[in-house]
């Protein structure tokens, strides 16, 4: 059984980065009410909190800057509700076949030219096959020796397949539990809550860190998202980086007419994700052209450090890289120093 922990749980002293992570998951441990409990405090509290938290967790305070490229788009076999790139859906997205590695790179390239730390690859897939995975280390290689660090979501995956990523120089795995268990199978039903947690597992057991989040806004109720962060921050350990999405609603998909979450309980959701896992990089991620620069400066006040960065997500639209830039410059936000270009061997 996993300990509690109070919401009065003191701040932890400035340290490293690694060492602040593995020392908070140690003792991590939230139940939903509790969860829920923050998310009913007064909003200014909430706020002062996870401010408090982010401050002790990145002292530099600075934004990271994911940019993202569908090497592989659409024809889906998978039912995700709010996703365009189901086949089974009748959205403007065309299915088209895996990307040539030249092509990935040169996309690499401007990604880096435009100041972005990592690059994150999306393939349409419920599961890559074997030579998907050939093609995709490739990938990572050359985006690899070009300096960024790398991310790929390709859905689930098996041990052996992750160890083949981790092995080209894959720094992290995106792959998302999206909601709550119980709301989970409203959303999909072609594949379980237990599929995502082993293909997490598969990730952490080959050494690469996990990008795991999920998506609000499709209709859960409070209980729910306050859940669905509980298995986020329970797990053990957290994962590195949290994107939250808010949903895209796109015409054609079945949750193309849900009605937008009211902002400030978005706002609520990035602060309580900042407040239950306090070192993990937490990415305003899809949706936030429709949210506005008032509720993302909240967003950023709340405890958010990271965006995707570059005019597209996978298949919808996301700001221009010049507007973010001036947005993030008017708040007078630091973007996160790119790591290194590493030697190929
Ligand atoms: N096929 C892989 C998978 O499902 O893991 C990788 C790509 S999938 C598009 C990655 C994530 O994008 C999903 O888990 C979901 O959180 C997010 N996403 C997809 N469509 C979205 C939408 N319309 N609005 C917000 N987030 C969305
Ligand atoms: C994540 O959590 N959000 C990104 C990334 N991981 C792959 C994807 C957002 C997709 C939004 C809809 C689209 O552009 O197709
Ligand atoms: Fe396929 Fe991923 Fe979209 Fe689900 S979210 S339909 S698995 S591309």
Known sequence: MQATQTIEKPLTQVKSQKDLHKEVDAS???????????????????????????RANFPDGDVELATLLSIKTGGCPEDCSYCPQAARYDTDVKANKLMDLDEVLEAARA???????????????REPKDRDIEKVTAMIKGVKALGLETCATLGMLEANQALA?????????????DTSEDFY???????GYQD???????????????????IVGMGESREQRAAFLARLANLSPY??????????????????????????????????ARITMPSARVRLSAGRQELGRAV?????????????????????????????RQLLAELGLKTKQSCKAEVLV
Request: net charge negative; hydrophobic share 40%; glycine share 6%.
């Open 239 to 272: 994962p590195e980086s949290v994107p939250i999405n808010h949903l895209v609603p796109v015409a054609g998909t079945p949750l193309e007419d849900q009605k937008p979450l009211d902002p400030l309980e978005f706002v609520r959701t990035i602060a309580v």
């Open 296 to 324: 993302q400066a909240m967003c950023f006040q709340a405890g958010a450090n990271s965006i995707f960065y570059g005019e597209q997500l996978l298949t919808t639209g996301n700001p221009e890289a010049e507007q973010d």
């Open 165 to 177: 990523l981790q092995e080209a120089g894959l720094d992290f795995y995106n792959h998302n539990l």
């Open 196 to 214: 995502r947690l082993d293909t997490i597992s598969n990730v952490r057991a080959a050494g690469m860190s996990v990008c795991c989040g999920g």
């Open 28 to 54: 991590a441990a939230w139940s939903v009410s509790q969860i829920e409990a923050l998310f009913a405090l007064p909003f200014n509290e909430l706020m002062f909190k996870a401010q408090e938290t982010h």
């Open 185 to 191: 199978s409203s959303v999909i039903s072609t594949r």
């Open 111 to 125: 990604a880096k030219a435009a100041g972005s730390n990592r690059f994150c690859m999306g393939a349409a897939w």
